[in-house]
Protein backbone atom coordinates (compact mmCIF):
# COMPACT_ATOMS: atom_id res chain seq x y z
CA UNK A 1 0.00 0.00 0.00
CA UNK A 2 1.55 2.86 -1.34
CA UNK A 3 -0.71 5.86 0.15
CA UNK A 4 0.78 8.29 2.48
CA UNK A 5 -0.63 8.89 5.89
CA UNK A 6 -0.70 12.82 5.77
CA UNK A 7 -1.78 13.63 9.35
CA UNK A 8 0.29 12.88 12.39
CA UNK A 9 2.36 14.17 14.72
CA UNK A 10 5.95 15.77 13.67
CA UNK A 11 7.42 13.91 16.07
CA UNK A 12 6.65 10.31 14.66
CA UNK A 13 8.94 11.49 11.52
CA UNK A 14 12.52 11.25 12.41
CA UNK A 15 15.84 14.15 12.44
CA UNK A 16 17.26 14.61 9.07
CA UNK A 17 19.50 16.39 7.35
CA UNK A 18 18.24 19.47 5.03
CA UNK A 19 18.72 19.93 1.43
CA UNK A 20 18.10 23.74 1.10
CA UNK A 21 15.69 24.32 -2.09
CA UNK A 22 16.40 27.31 -4.23
CA UNK A 23 13.73 30.13 -3.98
CA UNK A 24 13.18 31.90 -7.36
CA UNK A 25 10.64 34.41 -8.15
CA UNK A 26 7.52 33.39 -10.11
CA UNK A 27 7.70 35.05 -13.79
CA UNK A 28 6.36 34.48 -16.68
CA UNK A 29 9.19 33.19 -17.77
CA UNK A 30 10.73 31.21 -14.91
CA UNK A 31 7.69 29.43 -14.43
CA UNK A 32 8.12 27.84 -18.25
CA UNK A 33 7.30 24.43 -18.50
CA UNK A 34 5.78 24.50 -14.96
CA UNK A 35 3.03 26.40 -15.52
CA UNK A 36 2.52 30.17 -15.71
CA UNK A 37 0.48 33.27 -13.66
CA UNK A 38 -2.84 34.25 -13.54
CA UNK A 39 -4.40 37.08 -13.69
CA UNK A 40 -8.10 35.93 -13.64
CA UNK A 41 -9.22 32.56 -12.66
CA UNK A 42 -12.76 33.24 -14.02
CA UNK A 43 -11.46 33.17 -17.62
CA UNK A 44 -8.96 30.22 -17.17
CA UNK A 45 -8.51 26.97 -17.93
CA UNK A 46 -7.50 23.80 -15.84
CA UNK A 47 -5.95 21.06 -18.72
CA UNK A 48 -7.45 17.82 -18.19
CA UNK A 49 -5.65 14.88 -19.29
CA UNK A 50 -7.38 12.24 -22.06
CA UNK A 51 -7.68 8.60 -19.93
CA UNK A 52 -4.23 6.28 -21.49
CA UNK A 53 -5.19 3.78 -24.09
CA UNK A 54 -5.03 0.28 -22.46
CA UNK A 55 -3.20 -0.94 -25.70
CA UNK A 56 -3.30 0.07 -29.44
CA UNK A 57 -6.61 0.70 -29.71
CA UNK A 58 -7.01 4.48 -29.42
CA UNK A 59 -9.40 6.54 -26.93
CA UNK A 60 -12.61 7.54 -29.03
CA UNK A 61 -12.41 11.37 -29.80
CA UNK A 62 -14.26 13.49 -27.52
CA UNK A 63 -14.13 10.78 -25.36
CA UNK A 64 -11.74 9.67 -21.78
CA UNK A 65 -11.40 13.41 -20.72
CA UNK A 66 -14.59 14.58 -19.33
CA UNK A 67 -14.36 14.33 -16.02
CA UNK A 68 -13.95 17.91 -15.60
CA UNK A 69 -12.56 19.65 -12.33
CA UNK A 70 -13.29 20.69 -9.35
CA UNK A 71 -13.47 23.61 -7.21
CA UNK A 72 -12.51 24.50 -3.22
CA UNK A 73 -10.67 26.44 -0.87
CA UNK A 74 -7.22 25.05 0.13
CA UNK A 75 -6.01 26.77 3.36
CA UNK A 76 -2.39 26.81 4.48
CA UNK A 77 -2.21 27.13 8.75
CA UNK A 78 0.38 27.30 10.72
CA UNK A 79 0.09 26.08 14.06
CA UNK A 80 3.18 26.14 16.00
CA UNK A 81 5.78 25.44 14.33
CA UNK A 82 3.55 22.91 12.28
CA UNK A 83 1.64 23.93 8.71
CA UNK A 84 -0.95 21.79 7.73
CA UNK A 85 -3.30 22.14 4.33
CA UNK A 86 -6.71 21.70 4.08
CA UNK A 87 -8.31 21.43 1.11
CA UNK A 88 -11.89 21.42 0.18
CA UNK A 89 -11.89 21.02 -3.35
CA UNK A 90 -11.02 16.70 -2.93
CA UNK A 91 -11.13 16.35 0.87
CA UNK A 92 -7.43 16.73 1.87
CA UNK A 93 -6.30 17.24 5.52
CA UNK A 94 -2.59 17.35 5.72
CA UNK A 95 0.49 17.60 7.60
CA UNK A 96 2.90 19.86 5.18
CA UNK A 97 6.08 20.75 6.97
CA UNK A 98 7.56 21.84 9.70
CA UNK A 99 9.80 25.06 10.72
CA UNK A 100 12.51 23.56 12.66
CA UNK A 101 13.58 19.31 12.94
CA UNK A 102 10.57 17.63 13.65
CA UNK A 103 11.53 15.77 16.49
CA UNK A 104 11.55 19.78 18.00
CA UNK A 105 8.55 20.79 16.02
CA UNK A 106 5.86 22.37 18.28
CA UNK A 107 2.13 22.56 17.35
CA UNK A 108 1.12 24.05 20.10
CA UNK A 109 3.12 27.47 20.05
CA UNK A 110 6.17 28.61 17.68
CA UNK A 111 9.43 27.71 18.81
CA UNK A 112 11.75 29.01 15.89
CA UNK A 113 11.35 32.10 13.42
CA UNK A 114 9.17 30.55 10.22
CA UNK A 115 12.23 31.10 7.79
CA UNK A 116 11.56 28.39 6.01
CA UNK A 117 9.11 25.06 5.47
CA UNK A 118 10.77 21.68 6.07
CA UNK A 119 8.91 19.71 3.26
CA UNK A 120 8.56 15.46 3.88
CA UNK A 121 6.20 14.59 0.58
CA UNK A 122 5.82 16.13 -2.85
CA UNK A 123 2.96 14.61 -5.59
CA UNK A 124 1.70 15.16 -8.89
CA UNK A 125 -1.73 14.64 -10.78
CA UNK A 126 -1.37 12.64 -14.42
CA UNK A 127 -4.75 13.70 -15.08
CA UNK A 128 -5.33 17.79 -15.16
CA UNK A 129 -3.18 20.16 -14.28
CA UNK A 130 -3.88 22.69 -10.82
CA UNK A 131 -4.57 26.49 -9.95
CA UNK A 132 -3.99 28.11 -6.68
CA UNK A 133 -5.27 31.75 -6.96
CA UNK A 134 -4.95 34.08 -3.57
CA UNK A 135 -7.98 34.70 -1.57
CA UNK A 136 -5.75 36.41 0.97
CA UNK A 137 -3.19 38.86 -0.75
CA UNK A 138 -0.40 38.04 1.10
CA UNK A 139 3.02 36.45 -0.24
CA UNK A 140 3.47 32.39 -0.45
CA UNK A 141 5.73 29.88 -2.24
CA UNK A 142 5.45 26.65 -3.81
CA UNK A 143 7.67 23.40 -4.45
CA UNK A 144 8.01 22.35 -7.67
CA UNK A 145 9.65 19.76 -10.16
CA UNK A 146 9.32 19.20 -13.97
CA UNK A 147 7.66 15.77 -14.89
CA UNK A 148 9.01 12.61 -14.47
CA UNK A 149 9.16 9.72 -11.58
CA UNK A 150 12.71 9.92 -11.48
CA UNK A 151 12.64 12.69 -9.03
CA UNK A 152 15.65 13.89 -6.84
CA UNK A 153 15.88 16.56 -4.53
CA UNK A 154 18.56 18.98 -6.69
CA UNK A 155 15.57 18.57 -9.28
CA UNK A 156 13.40 20.65 -6.67
CA UNK A 157 12.63 24.57 -6.76
CA UNK A 158 10.42 26.75 -4.94
CA UNK A 159 8.64 29.74 -6.56
CA UNK A 160 7.85 32.79 -4.92
CA UNK A 161 4.49 34.65 -5.49
CA UNK A 162 3.85 38.25 -3.83
CA UNK A 163 0.40 37.06 -3.35
CA UNK A 164 -0.93 39.77 -6.43
CA UNK A 165 -1.69 36.85 -9.18
CA UNK A 166 -2.37 32.83 -8.80
CA UNK A 167 -0.47 30.58 -9.79
CA UNK A 168 -0.75 27.28 -12.18
CA UNK A 169 1.18 23.96 -12.84
CA UNK A 170 0.35 21.74 -15.95
CA UNK A 171 -0.57 18.10 -15.18
CA UNK A 172 2.19 15.93 -13.95
CA UNK A 173 4.21 18.37 -12.28
CA UNK A 174 5.48 17.29 -8.98
CA UNK A 175 4.25 19.91 -6.01
CA UNK A 176 3.12 20.19 -3.17
CA UNK A 177 0.61 22.34 -1.19
CA UNK A 178 0.85 26.12 -0.64
CA UNK A 179 3.11 27.60 1.66
CA UNK A 180 1.94 30.92 3.56
CA UNK A 181 4.17 33.48 5.11
CA UNK A 182 2.04 34.63 7.00
CA UNK A 183 0.52 32.50 9.78
CA UNK A 184 -2.53 31.49 7.40
CA UNK A 185 -3.42 32.04 3.75
CA UNK A 186 -6.79 30.87 1.54
CA UNK A 187 -6.63 29.90 -1.61
CA UNK A 188 -9.15 29.01 -4.67
CA UNK A 189 -8.45 25.50 -5.54
CA UNK A 190 -9.28 24.10 -8.80
CA UNK A 191 -7.65 20.62 -10.23
CA UNK A 192 -8.78 17.38 -12.10
CA UNK A 193 -11.95 16.11 -10.71
CA UNK A 194 -10.42 12.57 -11.18
CA UNK A 195 -7.48 13.59 -8.89
CA UNK A 196 -5.18 10.81 -9.62
CA UNK A 197 -2.03 11.38 -7.72
CA UNK A 198 1.63 9.88 -7.26
CA UNK A 199 3.78 10.30 -4.12
CA UNK A 200 7.12 10.45 -3.15
CA UNK A 201 8.39 10.55 0.68
CA UNK A 202 11.02 12.15 0.18
CA UNK A 203 12.89 11.55 3.80
CA UNK A 204 12.00 7.97 3.22
CA UNK A 205 13.77 7.96 -0.57
CA UNK A 206 16.47 10.55 -0.11
CA UNK A 207 16.93 10.68 3.50
CA UNK A 208 16.67 14.46 3.98
CA UNK A 209 13.94 17.38 3.98
CA UNK A 210 13.11 19.78 1.63
CA UNK A 211 14.29 23.11 2.82
CA UNK A 212 12.15 25.77 1.24
CA UNK A 213 12.88 29.29 2.73
CA UNK A 214 10.37 31.52 2.92
CA UNK A 215 12.12 34.72 3.28
CA UNK A 216 12.24 36.92 0.30
CA UNK A 217 16.01 37.94 0.96
CA UNK A 218 16.37 34.34 0.20
CA UNK A 219 15.21 34.72 -3.74
CA UNK A 220 17.91 33.97 -6.62
CA UNK A 221 16.80 36.17 -9.42
CA UNK A 222 17.87 34.54 -12.73
Not at 85 to 112: C, F, I, M
Request: with cysteine; charged share 25%.
Amino acid sequence: MNRPEYIFDAASKPSLPWHEVPLIRATEETMKGYGCLVDDPDTFEIEIVRWPAQGWRPIDEGTGDEGGWVEGTFAGTWKGDVLYGVNDAVKGHYVLGWSTDPQRASAEAQSVPRDQVLLWHMNYHPDGGQLFYPLDASPFIIPAALPGDNLAPDKVVAFWCDGTRGLYIHPGIWHEGIFPVEDEQRFLDRQGRVHARVSADIGKEFGVYLACPLRADRIKDL
